[in-house]
């Protein structure tokens, strides 16, 4: 049996549950049940699992087609990876670091930020992106009251940033930082959504600095611990990988549930839910499942949708959809990029003149592993389009794959400072994610707040995803186990 549980409970006779949704949030939903000793039953819309955390073949290499690390402000996925028997696997990234392209230049990205939001804005990598009056005005950040960006319920990424620490750092390391990770503008995002404890990290340290750097060391801290067979993180890492991609632990978690007798399906679209007189009845492409336990692990629209007409109040609580993201994946052959011209990769600032990319990732320099599979001279780079810049929810740049091929091939040279062509070119491959990323407009965590209050008033009823829990793994692991917990607490005890 893999993982850190060794045996399964004992199943409560006749105790049944439906996850709806194969995504990480869907999978780990059902190991937690099945843990519990409940009889589950997973249906899955598409012909594969994992959702965002995908995979695909380019030039012969099995490369992630969506997330490819997770984040280390807790211990939440390096836990999860350890208990399906990836321990050996977890690895740090290349300590090169990251890039940030301005309008006037490319600068190396700070090491030790959350979000863009430097730790110390007299860090010669910090005053060399905001010069010295920007330096300057971010640290007076130090000395404003606590309360200036704590006092109101609810705050956007940019209020804060700019009332903390001045227009400069949100414009030229913020910015870049949020559109390539959140797809979004920051004025756009609640803070406490898509950086959880960073205000209480502020009310407790008495800056925006101090509480970055507190996030950093502990991140810096649990990237390091436990890793087998490779060094701890360098100070400042935010970020952890496997060995393979972050789509192994999709195949692990697969296996692990198939290993507890929990019945997956997949091309099963939930087109309809019910409550019935003792739990759920989940209709799905012609076949009906009956459950005492309903989990609904779909993005934020297509959950309210399926329970709305069940869950009285949650009609009025439909998210706006996420930004449609578009990865392009090249294979290149071309050995200028063995000198990691720009680190990891590169994220580009909303306002630099003729670049279409958001972000490019060179993940040949990112992973080392990768690299020894790739071989001599063969680079990936990743390059993703699309960004929400206004409130209505417009996104930029929906091309045809052709034409996406042709921007990247322009933004890479541009970024990387060295000339890709076609003829360069070993293979490529362009994944569309449609709502993968949750838009956590300010106030999603208030709505958030209500839509737990009212399911938690459905029996038997449990809610999880991105779209509650906040982007990225760590927040969806954690707040995925928390829920299952929870939604366990009043339930009578397994004999």
Known sequence: MRGGHATNKPRTPGATAVVVGGGISGLLAARELAIAGTSVTVLEATGSWGGCVGSHVVAGLHLDSGAESFATRSQAVADLAREVGLAEKIV????????????????????????????????????????????????????????????????????LVRARM?????????????????????????????APGLRAGLRKHGSLAAAVAAQRKAGAGTAGAGTAGT?????????????????????????????????LITEKRAEDV????????????????????????????????????????????????????????????????????????????????????????????????LAEEAGPGTHVLRLSYGRREEAGGGVDLVLDDDSLLAAALEDASALLTVPVSRADIVDWDVVRWAGALPFAAVGHKQRVAQVRKVCAAADGLVVVGGWLAGNGLAAVVADTRRQLAQGSADEPAIP
């Open 274 to 369: 019910l409550r019935t007189g003792n739990g759920w009845r989940v209709l799905a492409a012609g076949s009906t499942f009956d459950a005492d336990r309903l989990v609904v692990a779909l993005d934020g629209p297509a959950a309210v949708g399926l329970l709305e007409k069940s869950v009285a109040g949650l009609a009025d609580l439909r998210p706006a959809p996420g930004p449609l993201v578009s990865l392009v994946t090249l294979v290149v052959d071309l050995p200028e990029l063995d000198s990691r011209p720009r680190g990891t990769g590169i994220l580009v600032a909303p306002q630099t003149p003729g670049i279409k990319a958001k972000a490019l990732t060179h993940a040949t320099a990112k992973w080392d592993w």
């Open 166 to 194: 001045g227009k400069k750092v949100l414009e030229r390391l913020v910015s870049p930082v949020v559109g390539g990770v959140h797809s979004a503008d920051p004025v756009l995002l609640d803070v406490d959504m898509v």
């Open 92 to 159: 740090a990234p290349h300590p090169g670091g990251a890039w940030v392209q301005l309008p006037d230049g490319a600068r190396e990205l700070p090491k030790t930020g959350v979000l863009g939001i430097p730790a110390n804005p007299w860090d010669p990598e910090v005053r060399r992106s905001l010069g010295f009056a920007g330096a300057l005005r971010a640290s007076l950040d130090r000395w404003l009251p606590a309360s200036v960006g704590t006092s109101s319920e609810v705050t956007s990424v940019s209020a």
């Open 231 to 263: 060094a701890p993180a360098k100070a400042g890492s935010a970020v952890a990988g496997l060995k393979g991609g972050m789509n192994t632990l999709v195949a692990a978690l697969v296996a692990d549930l198939r290993d507890r007798g929990v019945e």
